[in-house]
């Protein structure tokens, strides 16, 4: 909500793009979380892989990024990639995650020319 208030605010000055990847590190592998699955039925999941540029960067390859321009836009995306998270009962959490979910949001600014 305080990011696209803020957005909003300095919309004069410059212009601004958010977009959104969600994706998980299940056992050692990562997976993008934003992947559509068919209506109830099992789909592969879209393996992302992290690669290095060889100037010492590293990219996960892969990985769908989604423009949200606004928030109900980020918080479907957040519900969709949570829904798509990887889950196994353990004897503590019939819903245990096993996995480590990372949400990425990014803001980008390009400045308006006079």
Known sequence: EE????????????????????YEVHN??????LLPREDGKEQRRQQVFLRDDGNGAKHLVNLRVFDAADEE???RL???G?????TTATPMNDESSRSHAILRVTVESTEQKD
């Not at 990011?3 to 969600?22: D, H, N, P, S």
């Open 28 to 33: 050692e592998r990562i997976y993008d979380l």
């Open 73 to 75: 836009t980020a918080l």
């Open 3 to 22: 990011l696209y208030r803020e957005k909003e605010r300095r919309q004069g000055a410059a212009e601004y793009r958010i977009t959104v990847a969600f």
């Open 82 to 86: 949570c829904r798509n998270r990887e």
């Open 78 to 80: 957040l519900f969709r």
